[in-house]
Nanobody
Framework: VQLVESGGGLVQSGGSLRLSCAASGFTFSRYGMNWYRQVPGKERELVAQIDSTGGTTNYADSAKGRFTISRDNAKNTVYLQMNSLKPEDTAVYYC?????????????WGQGTQVTVSS
């Protein structure tokens, strides 16, 4: 299983970025996907979730109205469109999936992509 994030970078406050997470090694279309973020010294926090079909999404309060999670099952990729970025959105953003492997739940994380929002 591999999850590879891309799309992070440096952006000014109010700007936008689109993160991508390319998945491989499992049947992507069967599983929900998640975006988390982490600031040094703090716990990783959930930003957004999407179900296997893309029909249901959930967002952290901090992301509602500004971020949009989506997926393309034909491309095995999940996206996070981030608009109206704020300095407090600065973090490493991770793609995450959990599913059963031989009856045991397994957690899979990408390597993360840095998002820095300047004021």
């Amino acid at each position: 299983v591999q999850l590879v994030e891309s799309g992070g970078g440096l952006v000014q406050s109010g700007g936008s970025l689109r993160l991508s997470c390319a998945a491989s090694g499992f049947t992507f279309s069967r599983y929900g996907m998640n975006w988390y973020r982490q600031v040094p010294g703090k716990e990783r926090e959930l930003v957004a979730q999407i179900d296997s079909t893309g029909g249901t999404t959930n967002y952290a309060d901090s992301a509602k109205g500004r971020f949009t999670i989506s997926r393309d099952n034909a491309k095995n990729t999940v996206y996070l469109q981030m608009n109206s970025l704020k300095p407090e959105d600065t973090a490493v953003y991770y793609c995450y999936a959990r599913f059963m492997v031989w009856g045991t739940p397994r957690d899979y994380w990408g390597q993360g992509t840095q998002v820095t929002v300047s004021s």
